[in-house]
Structure formats: structure tokens, C-alpha cells
């Protein structure tokens, strides 16, 4: 059997209606202050969980902007790279048309000194004009007094084994001497 108390204790506290401030018991009061310390405690975590992601937020924006600076300055850098790379390239093909220049120098003047030579072991034999066409000198001179002089400054100059193909195109009496053309080709002048 269930009983029912309609009367209600007698000795409990009765509620406070609401709307009014009446004194609060001990045990009112400690559950209030427990409720104040949670929610403060609840206040103090999420506060301090708050400032701990605005200190992260600005640490990483930090780290951002120091990304971003070395990110420019590696770009910097990598244009200054391609740069000389181009200056080291254009030095190169500078080098490369220099040594170029030097290798073909030195066959004219090989070619110089030795018809130089050659002229010097003929007395009485003057070079008049020098030139170079397709790989094929043309040369034209004077001898004094002996036509045989020719043949020996021919002799020379195959005897020397740098020049091919050298033949007489013209051969004429001035002035008490010998005009003479030659056309050859020469092994010193890289055909």
C-alpha cells in the first residue's frame, strides 16, 4: 500500500515564491557558490584556452610573414641566379668565339711567314699583292732580271709541303724584270 502525504512536512523549508530575495539557507548558499566557482573555473578555461589560440594564431601568422619574406627573397635570389647563369652562358660563347678567332689567326700568319720565307731565298723577288678567296690565295709579284727566279720561288713554296696546286697564271716582261701571278692552295689555311 502506498501512502500519501497531503499535508507535507512540517519541518522542511518551505520554496520561496518567486520574484522575492528571501534568506537563504546554508545549504542554498554553498550550492550557489559551487555554481558560481564552476562557472568561473568553466570562465577561466575557456579563457585561458582563448588566449592560448590567439598566442598560436599569432605565432603562426608570424611564421606566415617570415615565409613569405624568405619566399621573396628566394625569388630574388633566383633571378640573380638566372642572370649570371645568362652572363656565365654569353661569357662562354665569348670564350668559345675568341679561342675561335685565335685558331684561324694563326693560319694567315703561318701562311705569312711562310711565304715570308720563301720570298727571302729568291733574291731579286718582291710580292706585290696578297689575297684569299674560298680558301685559295692569289698572289702577284716582280723579279728583277731572271725568270728562272719564278720557278725557284714555285720550287719553295711546294717544297715547303704547306702549299697544293700552286700554279703560274700570268707571267709577263715589265721594266726590265718579270710580273707574275700565282693562284695555290694551303693546308695552313684549314681547307
Not at 674560298?134 to 717544297?159: E, K, T
Amino acid at each position: 500500500m502506498i501512502r500519501i502525504n497531503l499535508a507535507g512536512d512540517v519541518g522542511a523549508a518551505r520554496p520561496e515564491p518567486p520574484g522575492r530575495m528571501g534568506r537563504a539557507g546554508p545549504g542554498r548558499t554553498l550550492r550557489r557558490l559551487l555554481a558560481m566557482a564552476m562557472m568561473l573555473g568553466a570562465a577561466t578555461v575557456v579563457l585561458k584556452w582563448r588566449m592560448e589560440q590567439a598566442a598560436r594564431s599569432q605565432g603562426l601568422e608570424a611564421r606566415i610573414q617570415q615565409v613569405r619574406r624568405l619566399r621573396q627573397q628566394h625569388q630574388e635570389w633566383a633571378r640573380e641566379l638566372e642572370g649570371l647563369e645568362q652572363g656565365g652562358r654569353s661569357m662562354e660563347r665569348r670564350i668559345r668565339a675568341i679561342e675561335q678567332l685565335r685558331a684561324l689567326q694563326a693560319r694567315p700568319v703561318r701562311v705569312l711567314d711562310l711565304l715570308s720565307d720563301c720570298v727571302q731565298e729568291v733574291p731579286g723577288l718582291r710580292l706585290q699583292e696578297l689575297s684569299r678567296e674560298n680558301g685559295a690565295f692569289s698572289l702577284s709579284g716582280l723579279v728583277s732580271a731572271d725568270s728562272s727566279r719564278v720557278s725557284a720561288f714555285i720550287d719553295r713554296l711546294q717544297g715547303t709541303g704547306e702549299f697544293h696546286r700552286v700554279e703560274l697564271v700570268h707571267f709577263q716582261e715589265q721594266n726590265g724584270g718579270f710580273a707574275f701571278a700565282l693562284t695555290f692552295e694551303g693546308s695552313a689555311t684549314g681547307r
